[in-house]
C-alpha cells in the first residue's frame, strides 16, 4: 500500500534528521540539506485542501501542551519535508513561531508545500491540557524514581534547579500523558489542569501563519463549547478547517455532535471535521484502546444522522488500528465512501476521510 509505506519511510528519516538537528542549529542544517540530497523527499502536488477531500490527509501532532519549542522547530522542520498536510500545535504565540520557523528552515532546504499550521484548545478540564506536578523534596531519597522511567517526554527532573522546573516537571516538555500518576509509589504526583483563554486563542488565529484549530471537549456540556466558539468570534472566518474533537459519551454522542455543528454553522466558512477521540491519550496502551477507537467509528460509520464534516479517528490509534479497521471493512486506500475513516501510524493521524 503506497501511503502507508511513504509514511513509515518518512518516519524513518525523521529519526535520523531530527538526530542531525541536535547537533546545533547551522550545522544541522547542513547536514540536513546533505541527508536530503541523498534521499529526496515526496513530490506532493495536492494542497492540504485537495488531500481532505481525495482521503490522503496527514497531520502532525506536536501535543496540546507539549511547548518545548525547539524539539517542535525540529519535528515541523521535519515533517514539513515529509510532506504533511497540517501541523498541530499548543495554542502559544512561541510554539506557533516554533511551527513556522521549522516550515520555513524546510522550504529553505528544498522548495516544497507550505503545510496549515493548526492550534488546539480546550473548552473545559481535558486530558489533553494538563501537566504532572510534584515537589522532589517530599521523595524519599531511596525512591527508584519510576516516574523517570516512564515519562516519554524525559519531562521529570527530580535534580534539574533551572526556572523550566516546576514542581520537579520540565513543565514545557510534560504533554500530560499522566503516565507517571499510577506509578508513583508515594502517590505524591499531582495534575495540573488549565484552558486555554478563548480571547487570546481568537488573536492567534488572526495571525497569516495559523490556518486551522482543533477544539476539544467533552461533549456532555454543549454550553461550555457555544461559550467557546463566541469566544472565538469573527477569528473563525480566518481559518481553512475546524476540527472538534470528542470522546464517545455513548447514546448521545451523534445528538450532541448535531447540536455543536448547529452552534458552529452559522458562522463556518471552511472545511469542518470531527475527531473521534475513542480513548483519549492512549494510543500506545494496546489492543483495549484500539478496541474502543474502532468502536466508536463503526458506530459513526454506520449512523444515518451523523453530523457534517470528515471524520477522523484519535484516542487509541496504534500499531493494532488497521487491523482491526480491516476486520469492519472500514479501512481502503483507493476509493472514498461514507464508510471510509483513518489510517493511523506512529506519530501521525493520516485518514480517509468522508465529507457528509
Known amino acids: 500500500m503506497a501511503l502507508s509505506f511513504y509514511c513509515y519511510a518518512s518516519f524513518k528519516t525523521r529519526l535520523q534528521v531530527t538526530a542531525q538537528l541536535n547537533h546545533g542549529n ?60 497540517c501541523i498541530d500545535c499548543a495554542a502559544d504565540a512561541s510554539v506557533v513561531s516554533a511551527v513556522n520557523e521549522g516550515i520555513e528552515a524546510a522550504i529553505g532546504i528544498v522548495p516544497v508545500r507550505r503545510p496549515w499550521v493548526m492550534i488546539s484548545v480546550n473548552d473545559d478540564e481535558d486530558l489533553h491540557f494538563r501537566k504532572a506536578e510534584f515537589d522532589p523534596n517530599d521523595c524519599p531519597p531511596d525512591c527508584s524514581r519510576p516516574c523517570e522511567i516512564v515519562c516519554p517526554a524525559n519531562a521529570i527532573s527530580l535534580e534539574n534547579t533551572s526556572s523550566l522546573v516546576k514542581g520537579g516537571v520540565v513543565t514545557e516538555r510534560c504533554y500530560g ?14 495534575t495540573n489542569t488549565y484552558v486555554r483563554d478563548a480571547t487570546a486563542t481568537a488573536e492567534l488565529l488572526k495571525r497569516d501563519d495559523v490556518d486551522a484549530v482543533e477544539i476539544h471537549t467533552s461533549g456532555r456540556r454543549t454550553a461550555m463549547f457555544e461559550e467557546l466558539w463566541n469566544g472565538l ?22 445528538s450532541l455532535m448535531n447540536t455543536m455543528y448547529s452552534i458552529m454553522e452559522p458562522n463556518l466558512r471552511c472545511f469542518n471535521l470531527w475527531q473521534l477521540d475513542g480513548r483519549p491519550m492512549s ?36 500499531a493494532h488500528t488497521v487491523q482491526g479497521l480491516r476486520a469492519e471493512r472500514l479501512f481502503q486506500t483507493t476509493t472514498i465512501s461514507s464508510t471510509s475513516l483513518i489510517l493511523p501510524l506512529p506519530f501521525l493521524l493520516i485518514f480517509l476521510p468522508v465529507l457528509i
Do not use: M
Open 26 to 85: 547551522n550545522k544541522g542544517l547542513e547536514k540536513v540539506k546533505n541527508l536530503v540530497t541523498k534521499t529526496g523527499v515526496p513530490s506532493i502536488t495536492t494542497s492540504p485542501h485537495e488531500s481532505l477531500q481525495r482521503g490522503n490527509w496527514v497531520k502532525l501532532i506536536c501535543g496540546a501542551s507539549f511547548e518545548d519549542v525547539v524539539d517542535i522547530r525540529n519535528l515541523s522542520l521535519v515533517y514539513t519535508l515529509a510532506g504533511v498536510d
Open 177 to 190: 500523558c499522566g503516565r507517571c500518576f499510577p506509578v508513583c509509589p508515594y502517590d505524591r504526583i499531582r
Open 233 to 254: 468570534g469573527d477569528s473563525v472566518s480566518y481559518l481553512r478547517l475546524v476540527a472538534v474533537s470528542l470522546p464517545d459519551i455513548g447514546e448521545p454522542t451523534i
Open 283 to 318: 494510543g500506545d496502551i494496546g489492543r483495549g484502546a484500539t478496541r474502543e477507537a474502532i468502536a466508536f467509528a463503526v458506530r459513526l460509520a454506520a449512523a444515518k444522522d451523523k453530523p457534517h464534516g470528515f471524520l477522523q479517528l484519535a484516542g487509541g490509534t496504534n
